[in-house]
């Protein structure tokens, strides 16, 4: 059996160990692999691990062997998942391996908007308190979160989190899932999309990109949003129109905004935000965390062990 990694580096720059795959089989490992290189590399394959290598419809028609594709990552965009459906090819992914790493950075980001600390030890380092008369200076409004109002959109593990650490400071939360099959904990209201718009001081989101939220932060839910609260997200860069958000930031209509994704990945120069006012810009990396790589190649695995037993789980093509 050969297992060919189409794109290791991400996951694991070297820090980690490929141990849990190369114990079912050899690996193939490549750092990355362009495109016109998949067919070449996957050939005589029976199974493919991919992060953001796309395995399209003719790259899998090209394939003959190919029998399981693993998704390292949550989202499977990236595969043709009905083509792989047509062949028999089962696909799975790696829900909820990052979790704690990602409320940790949505709650890094809500600090950096909140409280500037980066900001504030830049001035430092630049001379700033040395030069000051005073025992202390600041040149952005320091916020208290307590009593403030965080907005979720899309209550679902990583959501769930996020509200955990809000509740712990102080806040309100506010929540948006699509079925609520019990009551939320002590400290969460449900409440509907524009509601959270309109209400919140804070609003992140984690809620699935599909075509009903592509956008979902544009031109007429920014207008609902206080002039004072400020929006994160670190799901789908696409869930947010980024024209209409520079707009609405350079014209101050909302305070600030913290992106850790982008429509466009790597970031275009052109992209409106990277110079927007109040924008704070992190490049993907929420999930990255050493022990959530960790847990994706366990998982990884795992997935692979279950699949060669015959009882897949995580399958997102079945």
Known sequence: MKIVLLD???????????????????????????????VARCAGAEIVITNKAPLTREIIAALPELKYIGVTATGFNIVDVAAAKERGIVVTNVPGYSTPA??????????EMTNHVGHAAQSVADGGWVKCPDFAYWDHPIIELSGRTLGIIGYGEIGSAVARIAVAFGMKVLASKRTWKEPPPAGVTPAEI????????????????????????GERTLGLMKPT???INTGRGPLVDEPALAKALNEGRIAGAGLDVLSVEPAKADNPLLTAKNCLITPHVAWASRESRSRLIDITAANLKSFLAGSPVNVVNG
């Open 8 to 38: 290791a580096h991400t996951a694991n720059p070297g820090d980690l160990s490929w141990q849990p795959l190369e114990a079912i089989a050899a690996c193939d490992v490549h750092p990355r692999t362009p495109l016109d290189q998949t």
């Open 102 to 111: 990602v409320a940790q950075h949505v709650i890094a980001l809500l600090l």
């Open 194 to 217: 524009d509601d959270i718009f309109r209400q919140s001081d804070v609003i992140t989101l984690h809620c699935p990109l599909t075509d009903a939220t592509k956008h979902l932060v």
């Open 229 to 231: 609260a400020m929006i």
